[in-house]
């Protein structure tokens, strides 16, 4: 699935049903991703009220991967990062 701003609410339900198909309760996920169950309401509902970080938290609570792809080479060697990273494709 490719995100961006217009496929949040399909992101949403799809997260949405992710969690329902692991048998999970918006308060269960809730403690596995250490946010309160009214983020995982406030997710499924309106994902773009949402932080990028909170939205990552959830992905990978549900035990999901979210991947960047399309890297330009900037010429740099090295990109700028604040912590680890995966290196951009070549």
């Known amino acids: 699935m490719q995100i961006h701003t217009k496929t949040l609410n399909a992101l949403a339900q799809r997260l949405t049903h992710e969690r329902q198909l692991q048998g999970l309760s918006r308060e269960q996920l ?26 990552l938290q959830l992905t990978e609570g549900l035990g999901l ?24 494709p070549a």
């Not at 991703?33 to 499924?44: G, K, L, T, W, Y």
């Open 30 to 55: 809730a403690a596995v991703c250490n946010v309160s169950s009214s983020f995982i309401r406030d997710a499924e509902s309106n994902p773009g009220r949402c932080s990028l970080e909170l939205m």
């Open 65 to 88: 991967k979210a991947t960047l792809s399309g890297w330009q080479n900037d010429g740099r060697s090295n990109p700028p990062t604040d912590g680890p990273s995966e290196a951009p």
